[in-house]
């Protein structure tokens, strides 16, 4: 079912977390936009988010310090790693 | 080629207790219910997070231990041996390298050679001894010494796992490499059962023993009585018979 709450970037962040995660049989749709990504939501784990950040690296240009206490607000849900992304996008 | 008969001392018998295949290129040929032929395998009891991250061979490696039941033998150690791992991972992230660009986490964790088993035995939750070998074409062989002194070592019995897999073209030049990738596991022991094959090795000559690499097709002909199998080193001679395997009753 389509999930018409996904903005047109958070569409674009959840696809290329799909694509550089290679998440099997899983659609935008399927991410929840306020649900954890890591640990009880979509259940990511520690190499993920290393492979999200050289992903934000390459698609968006952002460049995040890799021990930065924020990174884990950042990486808490598809909305709010969408709102990094159109704050500090260089691409 | 047949086994020539020479001084036996001491020399290897083993008893095999199940086979399982994995053979893609054999796909819509008669073969054995021993071999799955799917190209990608589904792997169903992996977690589809870990499952993502193997690719069709590991798939197939854990699909059959899985079926085999490996997870449910705590003792039972498990050895994997491949020539070239999981094939492009570890050269593919050579290619990045050149290029320049960052390597993947992902993929660069998953490029040691014990990964599958290390993905399979998260999956799975076994913690039984694992290792992985490379042996420069004699697998198999090196496959044999292992599980010969885990065996005489006091375990029961042993889960072997042989696997081959392409390489990128232009690697072809250097090494040999199959075309499609495949796997075979047996469980082995030193103990007769009514259902085991026997596994008894002759030396041969040297001479007769610069064969082929032993594949997992070869050893599944081999098992499925299409042919002989020779090992290089040592170089032994191999014969697969059900008949005495038959514990004595008396």
């Not at chain 2, 042996?135 to 005489?152: C, D, I, P, T, V």
């Amino acid at each position: 079912m389509a999930n018409t709450s996904l903005t047109e970037l958070e569409r674009d962040v959840a696809n290329m977390i799909i694509e550089a995660l290679e998440l099997e049989d899983i659609t935008a749709d399927d991410i929840e936009p306020e649900a954890p990504l890591f640990g009880d939501g979509l259940g990511l784990d520690s190499i993920d988010a290393l492979e999200l950040g050289l992903a934000l690296q390459k698609r968006y240009g952002i460049r995040l310090d890799s021990d930065a206490e924020e990174n884990r607000e950042h990486f808490a849900s598809l909305r709010q790693l969408s709102a990094l992304v159109a704050e500090r996008r260089s691409d | 080629m047949d086994c020539l008969s020479h001084a036996d001392t001491a020399l290897p018998t083993l008893y095999l207790h199940r086979w399982r295949a994995w053979l893609p290129e054999r796909a819509g040929e008669g073969t054995s219910a021993c071999v799955i032929t799917d190209e990608k395998p589904a792997a169903s009891s992996v977690p589809a997070l870990l499952r993502r991250r193997l690719t069709p061979l590991g798939r197939a490696v854990c699909t059959l231990l899985g079926d085999m039941g490996a997870h449910e033998r705590a003792a039972m150690p498990v050895l994997h041996a491949s020539r070239h791992g999981d094939g492009h991972r570890p050269l593919d992230m050579l290619d990045t390298l050149f290029e320049g660009e960052p390597l993947s986490p992902a993929r660069f964790g998953l490029s040691v050679h014990n990964a599958v088993l290390g993905v399979y035995s998260i999956a799975f939750g076994n913690h039984a001894s694992m290792a992985a070998l490379a042996a420069a074409g004699e697998e198999f062989e090196a496959l044999l010494s292992e599980a010969r002194g885990y065996l005489a070592e006091g375990h029961e019995s042993i889960m072997l796992i042989l696997t081959d897999s392409p390489v990128p073209d232009r690697y072809r030049i250097q090494t040999q490499a199959p075309q499609a990738p495949s796997a075979m596991l047996m469980e082995l022991s030193l103990t007769p059962a009514l259902d085991a094959v026997r596994l008894q090795a002759r030396s041969v000559d040297n001479a007769e023993s610069r064969g082929q690499t032993v594949t997992p097709p070869l050893l599944a002909d081999w098992l499925m009585g299409r042919r002989d199998l020779i090992t290089r080193t040592p170089a032994l001679c191999w014969q697969a018979t059900t008949e005495m395997a038959t514990p004595h009753t008396g």
